[in-house]
């Protein structure tokens, strides 16, 4: 059980959560994840990245978006709250040297689970620029932290409310033309992944992208996060999360994607129905 030490409501459905996790707070390394069980058994297990974690203090952190029911009762649970059930550090840990110039993309929520690995490469001695993007300034998360890590931060918002109004592929190519950095590494939604990695193929710069598919019980065994990669078929779970972003074939991910998306949106408008009218 995981007790919540705090929780913050970062921008409209996007909350971070800390939570005390000793175990998994000094064992976890950047690109790692955990399986997460807020109600008792039974119930749906979903992947998050462990977006920060205090080894001192025992404690990791979550950020997610409401997008379901077992997203939204975990957004209804406060301060004290205990989750029943947290399982990792699991996936293989984000491969960090000293590069030399890396360039880090970070779409939406996906700026959760970019920061750990900016960070680790900033450690390592890399120059890092990093490029964040969201649909307007409401929805943009972490950036006077990916601010802080960054030796060159840009801002896209695709209505123009808050730095630059484009996609972030658009920066990103002017800087594969000026400087050609060494590694990219992207992470969001998976079309933006998509065209991240066709951005920078034709420049021949290494890229990686940081794969959330559909997952069950985080060890290989369900088989619900395979994907294809290089003609190979892949488990997110334990091959990931990160792949080589050329090889991805994300068009069929995307297709996986929504698999469950009816019955999702099924479950999370009656779960709001309920929460409703436990308020009468």
Do not use: W
Request: charged share 25%; aromatic share 4%; with cysteine.
């Amino acid at each position: 059980m995981s007790r919540i030490l705090s929780k913050i409501h970062l921008s409209k459905d996007v909350f971070q959560m800390k939570l005390q996790a000793p175990n998994i707070a000094r064992e976890r390394k950047a690109g790692q994840f955990v399986i997460l069980q807020a109600d008792s058994d039974y119930t749906e297990r979903i992947p998050l990245t462990i977006a920060d974690a205090d080894a001192e203090e025992g404690s990791i952190t979550i950020i997610f978006q409401v997008v379901g029911k077992t997203t939204l009762n975990l957004a209804l649970m406060n301060e004290g709250d205990v989750i029943e059930n947290v399982l990792g550090p699991l996936g293989q840990p984000t491969h960090i040297e000293n590069f030399g110039t890396v360039v880090c993309v970070g779409g939406g929520i996906g700026v959760a689970p970019l920061h750990p690995i900016a960070q680790a490469m900033k450690d390592a001695g890399n120059r890092v620029i990093t490029i964040v993007g969201a649909r307007t300034k409401e929805l943009l998360i972490l950036e006077d932290e990916m601010r802080a890590i960054a030796d060159e931060f840009i801002v896209c918002t695709d209505d123009g409310s808050y730095g630059r109004k484009d996609l972030v592929t658009k920066p990103l190519q002017e800087i594969c033309e000026s400087e050609k950095p060494d590694v990219a590494v992207v992470i969001g939604p998976p079309v933006m992944m998509k065209f991240c990695a066709e951005t920078t193929r034709p420049y021949g710069i290494k890229t990686y992208a940081s794969l959330n598919t559909i997952m069950v019980d985080g060890t290989g065994m369900c088989g619900g996060c395979r994907v294809t990669v290089g003609n190979e078929t892949k488990f997110v779970c334990v091959d990931g999360p990160e792949f080589d972003a050329h090889l991805v074939d994300f068009d069929t991910m995307m297709l996986r994607l929504t698999s469950f998306k009816t019955i999702e949106q099924k479950s999370n408008h009656e779960c709001h129905l309920e929460k409703a009218i436990e308020k009468l």
